[in-house]
RNA sequence: CGGAGUGUAGCUCAGCCUGGUAGAGCACUGUCUUCGGGAGGCAGGGGCCGCAGGUUCGAAUCCUGCCACUCCGACCA
């Protein structure tokens, strides 16, 4: 076979085995179910990510739960760099944290409540401001201990009166929380802004721009909060923005998260134009706006931040030393990304007629390899061989081994939105080539197989 | 929670008005022909017709109640 003496040597990785579609469970829809009413929920179901299980509740199939854990994992990692530290609080909470804040019988029935055996009451946690509170004033005493950031990302539950849009506006629903601690206003004030640095980071590695908005801080509290919002014509907020925001790029500039102004002078750059949502949309403001730089269009909220002060810490004694020795409340504030609503956000903002657009960031796989001619020995033998080299390279490709005609693995390709196809089949293969294909803007062109695998290692190099 | 709908095969739906042995397309199994953008033929498998009562010789179909889900509204990471 003409280029075979050139191709990588077939490789066995300590990742396992061949991802083969055939051995797959990828459950795809030919037709739209009648529920699902906009796109991201529509595809969502016809890719076979998810299975609707109660109003609002959802089970999330292999593909839908590849691409929760990859954005659980952005989440994380960037989480970490900006110094927060990671733990993991329960579901289910004592109602008893609840009456201390006063906010068991503020929250209403959004609040799913449950009694065990004892008849002791219990419930799902929508958030987790007390009991991180709770944490924090049983372990820490002192303001040396201070600043601290914790963070969980855990399955809330809210009872929504009307859950719609799929995993977008979902009754449980997984979400990354994090609340700071610091000695003092100033502190907490950098605490608020270095969350904003790194929210700005995580967004963008998602291959989304979430602009952050001037919010309304609701039942949280506080004085201060941002709204994180992905534009699109679905979302559920109407939004107001000077465009000179969405030329904004944080890009790969290096924002130390010790130092507070280094931090500031981002969070200035971004909260500079004007951008906010209906709650706290203010006409008069908007006009000094240049009237070619005005925009009106709707917005997915994907996140927020808030500042609340002594808020939680006062009425649940929640207090440190301060270097005079003095018992001080200590500043919180709480910050939150909503981790499975960003699933659906994603496809809002990227999608096609047919199907889903994966930013390379958060796709389930790196690449499809797709076999024309399943059963031929020189296609499968290529194809195994490509597999065999992108695995040893640390990517991730999925490889569609199944008895279908080209059109149908197209067709499935382009539904589940891997970035990248590579496209085996005998004709390239005479000439010793393969067709590597970009899902976003469709353009094909016919390269030698090791010249794909690099170009597709290329790609994900440093993500 | 107010208003409006829908529950029949894994999915999309017909059948219900006018009661009489449960259907189509896709998907699935076998087989043949196909084979670079969701192919075609032949032969198959698969349903407590949402649940419970009632009317009737007989109920997917008519009546009552309940449940679930969807849409519009108010609410919302």
């Not at 799913?112 to 709770?134: C, F, Q, S």
């Not at 695995?391 to 059109?407: H, Q, T, V, W």
């Not at 149908?408 to 196809?421: E, N, S, V, Y």
């Amino acid at each position: 076979m003409p280029g075979r003496a050139s191709w990588p040597t077939p490789r066995e990785t300590a990742q396992g085995g061949v991802m083969r579609l055939s051995r797959y469970f990828l459950p795809v829809l030919k037709e739209t179910p009648a529920e699902a009413q906009i796109v991201s929920h529509r595809l969502m179901l016809r890719a076979g990510m998810i299975r609707q299980q109660a109003a609002g509740i959802y089970s999330w199939l292999p593909l839908g739960y590849k691409v929760l854990r990859r954005i659980e994992a952005i989440v994380h990692e960037e989480q970490e760099r900006a110094g927060h530290i990671p733990l993991l609080m329960p579901t289910l909470q004592p109602a008893d944290l609840w009456r201390e804040s006063g906010r068991y019988d503020d929250y209403g029935e959004e609040m799913l409540r449950i009694t065990d055996r004892h008849k002791r009451d219990l419930l799902y946690g929508p958030t987790n401001e007390e009991m991180i509170t709770d944490i924090f004033r049983a372990h820490v005493g002192s303001y040396k201990d201070l600043p601290l950031t914790l963070y969980h990302i855990q399955w809330k539950f809210r009872d929504e009166i009307r859950p719609r849009f799929g995993v977008m506006r979902g009754r449980e629903f997984l979400m990354k929380d994090g609340y700071n601690f610091d000695v003092d206003r100033d502190a907490a004030v950098h605490a608020y802004n270095r969350h904003m640095v790194s929210y700005l980071r995580t967004y963008e590695r998602m291959g989304l721009q979430a602009i952050p908005m001037r919010a309304d801080t609701g039942p949280i509290g506080g004085d201060l909060s941002h709204e994180f919002l992905v534009l699109a014509d679905t979302g559920e907020s109407e939004v107001f923005y000077d465009s000179a925001i969405t030329d904004l790029a944080f890009g790969e500039r290096a924002v130390d998260f010790h130092d507070p102004q280094a931090c500031a002078d981002v969070v200035a750059e971004w909260t500079a134009p004007y951008a906010r949502t209906d709650e706290t949309h203010d006409a008069a403001v908007f006009a000094e706006v240049p009237e070619a730089r005005r925009r009106t269009r709707r917005g997915i909220e994907v996140g927020q931040i808030f500042n609340f002060g002594t808020k939680y810490s006062e009425p649940m004694g929640a207090t440190v030393s301060n270097a005079q020795g003095k018992q001080v409340p200590v500043h919180m504030g709480s910050h939150g990304i909503g981790v499975s609503r960003l699933v659906g956000a994603i496809i809002e903002a990227s999608h096609d007629e047919a199907g889903i657009i994966w930013p390379e960031g958060v796709t389930p796989f790196h690449c499809g390899i797709v076999n024309i001619k399943s059963g031929d020995s020189e296609t499968d033998g290529a194809c195994e061989r490509i597999y065999a080299a992108l695995r040893a390279k640390g990517l991730d490709p999925l490889y569609d081994d199944r008895e279908e005609r080209a059109g149908a693995k197209f067709a499935t390709m382009d539904l589940i939105g891997l970035p990248w196809r590579i496209t085996v089949g005998p004709r390239g293969l005479k000439v010793g080539t393969v067709e590597l294909t970009s899902r976003r803007t469709g353009e094909s062109e016919e390269v030698s197989p090791e010249a794909a695998i690099d170009r597709i290692a290329a790609i994900y190099s440093g993500r």
